[in-house]
């Protein structure tokens, strides 16, 4: 597969301004210390401090806004921070269009003060959630507002942020010229600015966030060894500054520049860095970034099993934020990884998963890229019409993107192309029509003559299509009579073979501990006082008590687990997947996602019937060590894996064999309607059997109708 083609979610995380985070910290010394600080100062701090802990902790918020209120220096002015305030919450809690108001009328209040500082900030704010918005214009045009607020108020710590975003946005908007300019601008404010105490980490924070959008910006330029300098300058502030999320940023961004350099171990090992950073700060989207890139880089260097395991952690992460891209884009990677490890059953399962949600949130270019891969893995397998139908669909996408992004222009060109050809247009359906008037009359017969020669090809086509169909019921009703019997006969010889094992595990297991026990208690009723002898019997019959429960419940769990029915099938498969563990012959390891709790009876008992029937074989035949189960739940259909890495078998001499097995297996799967595929072959390692169940009422579902009907 092409690499730069294979889906990788954005590999450089740029920064817009200062982001919030808990840097300045209300301590009880600085509690104290601010009793000796002028009422200005305090209203100052304050403000530094309530601007950090807005989005992070409401009970400090709401304490440092209490105190701005009650210090009364200006009314007017403590509204305007705390509606400020206000919005910085409501981003916090994803609420975008209550913050963008509150910024607005913050804006306008400290104007109305000539609160300059304060207005820049809060306009940096509104900025960065435009420019997370991808409205990179609106983001550029309030930076510079902001940063001309700033040199009116000789603001240094506010001009180098300031600064930095007005180069981010150039450089968001391709501009790298000028995206330069600016960041180096805001580079010399670094090197001669002394922050005080209070302010150090937040000037850490910013001088950091310049130094990685430089690096950025020389990246996307093709400058790898310029980029990779900024990004250690970055590297060394965002550690002094000891926020995990921050240091995760920056190893993202030189996980780029190994990528880059086609270093991809490196890359992966950067990404796996950051990823234990956000898990460190518990942030989620930085964390499914990296999962996301971990997978795609890992199929690149055809470690699947990793890239599975990566795409897995990354597609429960997505379903947690709701993020359907990326739940998209890990299904994707999951397919791949099954596609190339040539488990192609799977790898179709998840390149559905993946296509269906990339439909619903209409991301072509995901679209585009499952085609192509599909089509990739069917030319490595020489299916070549099933190669060409995805490669049609890949171009269609590709074709489709193409005519989007050039729509504005062919709209124009086509706007005047009409103006100037229209009276062309004009003479030349005149002339038309002179012509259709003349061939009218000559048409007519000819028409006339097709319709009586069709109306004949008709009756006789619908003839010899009835006579057909007719044949087909025929025969197709003569399987189903056969089918049936069959049915009927492997159900027939299924419960003889059960009566015949329950009735020789009663006669050998439970027959013998009965006779046992009927011996002891007739000794002690001949032991003449014996007490000794006496509690020994007692002792010894106790255990066989216990003998003749436990044989009672193996036989009772061969029967109908209790737990099968009590808690359902996941609950009963792991029962039975504990049970064979124990003999340690083999270790089979169950696997579920999405699956409900309780399903139909006659769904949990056949698949359970199934699974049975399917280890055994295993136990008996393949000589495997190790086998690997996975139900899980696909919109509007659920699917069971079974895998073995043991030998694999002819499957038409599994299907003709004497036992009822195989007739088992499909007489439960026709009950059920379900559909079944094995992948094995003899003389080769590893067997695997996929097993799809449509849509059916759940449990739950069916006591909810039912409550209606009743009520």
Not at 160 to 165: D, E, F, G, K, R
Not at 195 to 207: E, N, T
Request: aromatic share 10%.
């Amino acid at each position: 597969m092409n690499f730069p083609s294979a889906l990788l979610s954005l590999f450089l995380v740029g920064v817009l301004h200062t982001s919030h985070a808990q840097d300045v910290i209300f301590s009880d010394s600085l509690k104290q210390a601010l009793h000796s600080y002028s009422p200005e100062e305090k209203l100052d701090t304050y403000w530094l401090l309530a601007r950090e802990y807005a989005p992070i902790d409401t009970t400090i918020a709401e304490e440092l806004m209490s105190n701005i209120s009650a210090l009364k220096i200006n009314q007017e002015l403590s509204a305007a921070m705390i509606t400020a305030l206000k919005g910085i919450r409501y981003e916090s809690q994803g609420e975008k269009d209550q913050a963008i108001d509150y910024y607005t009328m913050a804006i306008e209040k400290f104007g109305k003060k000539e609160k300059w500082v304060m207005q820049g900030q809060v306009m940096l704010d509104l900025a960065t959630l435009y420019g997370k918005d991808n409205q990179y214009e609106r983001f550029k045009v309030l930076s510079y507002d902001a940063n001309n607020l700033f040199v009116a108020a000789k603001d240094s710590l506010g001009l180098i942020t300031s600064l930095s975003n007005v180069g981010r946005s150039h450089q968001l908007l391709g501009q790298f010229d000028s995206a330069i300019l600016y960041l180096y601008k805001s580079v010399e404010i670094i090197g001669s600015y002394k922050p005080k105490p209070l302010w150090a980490k937040v000037y850490l924070r910013v001088a950091g966030n310049t130094y990685n959008n430089l690096g950025i910006a020389y990246m996307e330029h093709g400058d790898d060894k310029m980029g990779m300098q900024f990004y250690n300058k970055a590297m060394e502030k965002k550690k002094q500054l000891g926020d995990p999320i921050e240091v995760g940023n920056m190893y993202i961004n030189i996980g780029g520049i190994m990528f880059t350099q086609n270093n991809l171990i490196a890359a992966r090992s950067y990404l796996d860095s950051a990823s234990l950073n956000y898990s460190q700060a518990s942030y989620t989207s930085g964390l499914l970034l990296c999962k996301s890139n971990s997978a795609a880089v890992s199929n690149v260097v055809k470690e699947y099993d990793r890239a599975i395991g990566y795409a897995q952690d990354g597609v429960v992460i997505a379903k947690e934020i709701g993020d359907k891209y990326n739940q998209s884009l890990n299904y994707y990677h999951i397919g791949t990884a099954y596609g190339h490890k040539g488990l192609l059953s799977l790898s179709q399962v998840y390149m559905d998963s993946s296509l269906m949600r990339a439909k619903e949130i209409k991301s072509r270019n995901v679209i585009a890229e499952i085609m192509n891969t599909q089509y990739e893995f069917a030319v490595a397998r020489g299916d070549y019409e099933r190669a060409l139908s995805f490669r049609n669909k890949f171009f269609a996408v590709k074709d489709s993107m193409f005519q989007e992004k050039k729509s504005k222009d062919i709209v124009e060109m086509e706007t005047q192309y009409k103006t100037r050809e229209k009276d062309q247009e004009i003479n030349f359906l005149n002339q038309e029509n002179e012509l259709k008037t003349a061939s009218l009359e000559r048409n007519t017969f000819l028409i006339v003559g097709l319709l009586i020669l069709l109306g004949l090809v008709i009756v006789v086509f619908n003839f010899l299509r009835y006579r057909s169909i007719q044949r087909s019921k025929s025969v197709l009703q003569e399987q189903k009579i056969r089918m049936r019997e069959a049915q009927i006969k492997a159900v027939i010889d299924s419960q003889e073979q059960e009566r015949k094992r329950f009735a020789t595990d009663l006669h050998d297991g439970m027959g013998q501990l009965i006779a046992a026990l009927q011996l002891n208690i007739q000794s002690m009723s001949q032991l003449n006082g014996d007490m000794n002898k006496r509690d020994e019997l007692y002792e010894n019959s106790t255990y066989l008590l216990k003998d003749v429960h436990n044989e009672i419940r193996n036989i009772a769990f061969n029967l109908m687990p209790q737990t099968l029915m009590k808690e359902g099938l996941v609950a009963a498969v792991e029962e039975l997947a504990k049970r064979i563990n124990n003999t340690n012959q083999l270790q089979v390891k169950l696997s579920v996602l999405d699956a409900e709790d309780r399903l139909p009876e006659v769904v949990e008992v056949s698949l359970y019937r199934i699974i049975q029937e399917f280890l055994s074989n295993i136990m008996k035949y393949s000589q495997a060590t190790h086998v690997y189960l996975g139900l899980s739940n696909h919109e509007d259909e659920l699917v069971l894996s079974i895998e073995d890495d043991g030998i694999g078998y002819d499957i038409e001499k599994f299907k003709n064999s004497q036992g009822n097995g195989w007739r088992n297996i499909n007489t439960r799967l026709n009950l059920i309607r379900g559909t079944m595929e094995i992948d094995t072959q003899e003389g080769r390692k590893g067997s695997a059997v996929l097993i799809a169940i449509g849509t059916f009422t759940t449990r739950a579902e069916q006591k909810e109708s039912d409550a209606i009907k009743s009520n």
